[in-house]
């Protein structure tokens, strides 16, 4: 079994990704494959999406598979992921599916509040300490977990999402320190407002940042194995002072 201590290896040359029609993890996944990554499993709902995905990798030279996952069904992540595993070995895994969430809507809407919390943080624990433990049943690889700034300061504008990935960031952390030694390495990403189909149209606020930047941020935090990788990297000092700020002025600040 490797120790987390040595030296990293090179970029993956297998990688599985839950959540594979997120354009971050594509855009990582591209990044990967001009580098070193041979193998793609793209985990998500059956879609037509999914399927063109794969492709787009197919013709990047890259084998590109795709798997039926839901991260509602935590029944099912045992089998889902230990198949994948059963094939070959997995150098990393990449955890890039979630709910953005309407705030508005989602306060009136409790049932669709409980489904972003279910997909976003239960979910992640799920399937996050299956792969875990197959990663460390093979004594190497990494996790990467796209988290998000808004985990380290929730916001009265959108509590509701930043409230299960503040969830999923603590997991993440304490799944971290409990593989700390194995030879597994979990990274977790915070980026900031991304721009992306998803976000066309909304406010870009300061330091709004794109898929490819946060791709290359991620290529960067597993050379050097880091824990916390933040994109861009001036949101680590801004988030850091909003978490410091005294509750009645946090409300009032225009975030």
Known sequence: MKDATAPPTALPRSLLVLGGTSEIALATVRRLIA???RTVWLAG?????????????????ADARTVAFDALDAESHETVLGKVFAEGTVDM?????????????????????????RTNYT?????????????????????VVLSSAAAERVRRADF?????????????????????GTGVH???VRPGFV???RTA??????????????????????????????????LRLLMAALRHTPRPLFRRLPV
């Open 186 to 188: 979990v990274m977790v």
């Open 93 to 117: 895994v990449l955890f890039a599916f979630g709910i953005p969430g309407d705030q508005a809507h989602d306060e009136r809407d409790p049932v669709r509040a409980v489904r972003i919390a």
């Open 35 to 37: 580098r070193r990554t």
């Open 123 to 143: 979910g992640a624990v799920s399937a996050g300490l299956v792969a875990g433990r197959a990663l460390q049943a093979q004594g190497h690889g990494s996790l």
């Open 201 to 234: 149209g909304r406010h870009r606020p300061p330091l709004a940042t794109t898929p490819e930047a946060v791709a290359t941020a991620i290529e960067l935090g597993l050379r050097r194995r880091s824990e916390t990788v933040w994109v861009p990297g001036a």
């Open 45 to 61: 709902r059956p879609s037509p999406a999914l399927e063109q995905a794969a492709e787009s990798l197919r013709a990047l030279g």
């Open 195 to 197: 721009r992306t189909r």
């Open 160 to 180: 509701i999402h930043g409230s299960s990935k503040a969830g999923l960031d603590a997991f993440a952390q304490g799944l971290g320190d409990a593989l700390y």
